[in-house]
């Protein structure tokens, strides 16, 4: 692959001389989207010439945009279907409302395959022959699998959040349907960390792709502070009590499993706050209803599992919570990832445990930095146990082989 690295751009001051189409130009405008992001302003273009592309940034810096502009622009010009998979039904949803606006202008349509909705809607839109497809993996095929979509019609593929797909173990699903794809078309894969297995499905998938890495993979979210407490288990209820009366923006908690979201979610709302929850064992409605909720204002803290931590584009989230350190620490530049969007400032709170002390630290490993520690006048906080890389328990800890829990 082609690198091009960029940490700030000052060249370019607008989306003009982007080769952005006049009409595209008019929609952004309107928007008030006037200077590209640093991504934006070096995919674009290259996207716009027809290249394969794979773009490495952190969550939050308009990845949406850098693929749809030059989606809508080339389908405007020719045949074919345009197609995006994304890992969640929740990235799905947003995703197919940034593009509405701009494929309503070419009077194209765009539909949105997600699992958990009913089918016969899906089919209704398939029918009327949509221009861009939104998927999830598994919803794609079954669609594929009863000819609802013909694959040989793609013309331009979007893999977003690929690592994230790749987490999730989508890895043979993207392979099937990668496998049944015109070898002719425009691939754009986006990613916020750079793994080996998508290096594999770039070797494998593109042609001579152009690698544009606007920060180093695993990077933090800029205008994020962090602060880490560490309590014991019994303590971090009393300890989120605390927290959450110091602060009164959104608030976004992160928990390792859904049964302790469910539970989290409750809890909180014994402490009077409004809040809801988003994970897998809500229904689809149930989800949009959270998240809808959570934009709005109705809640004041969304609590999710990690299924959320790429599917939730909320600008203004005052704080980010990792009531659970998480399982992957690559979870953790996700997670903070959801504050401190658009320019703002953010801030991430921590709650780790005194055995997490490996946890804490290839966290930090990751992200090139030290999450400081405080204390709280009200609650008992703890110090790390004195747990050595010499210690049998932690070289059996630490040759334990990560697997995701299912969320």
């Known amino acids: 692959m082609n690198n091009v690295t960029q940490e700030n751009n000052q ?4 989306f003009y001389g982007m080769g952005i189409a006049p009409r595209i130009l008019d929609i ?5 989207f006037t200077v590209p992001t640093p991504i934006q302003s070096q995919t674009i273009p290259l996207a716009i010439e027809g290249k394969d592309v794979v773009g490495i940034a952190q969550t939050g810096t308009g990845k949406t945009l850098s693929f749809a502009i030059p989606m809508i622009q080339s389908l405007a010009a020719k045949k074919g279907t345009g197609l995006v998979l994304a890992p969640t039904r929740e990235l799905a949803i947003q995703i197919e409302e940034a593009f509405r606006p701009i494929v309503s202008v070419f009077k194209l349509e765009a539909v949105c395959l997600i699992g958990g909705a009913p089918m016969e809607p899906q089919l209704k839109a398939l029918r009327r022959n949509p221009r861009v497809i939104i998927a999830t993996p598994g919803r794609l095929i079954d669609h594929m699998s009863n000819w609802n979509v013909l694959p040989q019609e793609v013309e331009m593929l979007v893999l977003d959040e690929a690592d994230r797909m790749l987490d ?3 890895l043979p699903q993207i392979e099937m349907i990668l496998g049944h794809l015109p070898k002719e078309r425009q691939t754009m894969l986006f990613s916020a960390t750079m793994p080996k297995e998508i290096v594999g499905i770039a070797a494998k998938y593109m042609q001579l792709p152009v690698s544009v890495e606007i920060a180093p993979s695993g990077t933090m979210a800029d205008n994020v502070t962090h602060e880490l407490y560490i309590v014991k288990k019994s303590a971090k209820t009393q300890l989120l009590r605390q927290v959450l009366s110091q602060y009164h923006g959104p608030v976004l ?6 049964h302790n979201a469910t539970r989290l979610a409750r809890d909180i709302r014994k402490m009077g706050h409004r809040a809801s929850e988003i994970h897998s064992n809500r229904t689809l409605d149930q989800r949009r209803a959270a998240l809808e ?3 709005s204002g109705k809640y ?10 790429r599917g939730i584009d909320v600008t203004g989230i005052e704080l980010v919570i990792n009531y659970d350190i998480p399982d992957d620490a690559s979870n953790y530049v996700h997670r903070i990832g959801r ?3 658009a320019g703002q400032k953010g801030h991430a709170i921590s709650f780790a445990m005194p055995d997490q002390k490996r946890d804490v630290e290839d966290i930090e490993k990751l992200i090139n930095a030290t999450l400081p520690v405080s204390r709280h006048p009200k609650v008992m906080t703890e110090e790390f146990t ?5 210690s049998p328990q932690y070289k059996k800890k630490t040759k334990r082989p990560f697997r995701p829990r299912r969320r």
């Open 11 to 14: 060249n370019v001051p607008s």
């Open 28 to 32: 952004l405008d309107s928007f008030k």
């Open 168 to 170: 999730m173990g989508f």
């Open 253 to 258: 908690l992160f928990s390792r499993t859904k």
């Open 293 to 295: 909720g959570f934009k």
């Open 300 to 309: 004041k803290v969304l609590v999710a599992t990690d299924i959320a931590s």
């Open 339 to 341: 504050t401190a969007r």
């Open 386 to 390: 004195s747990e050595t890389k010499a």
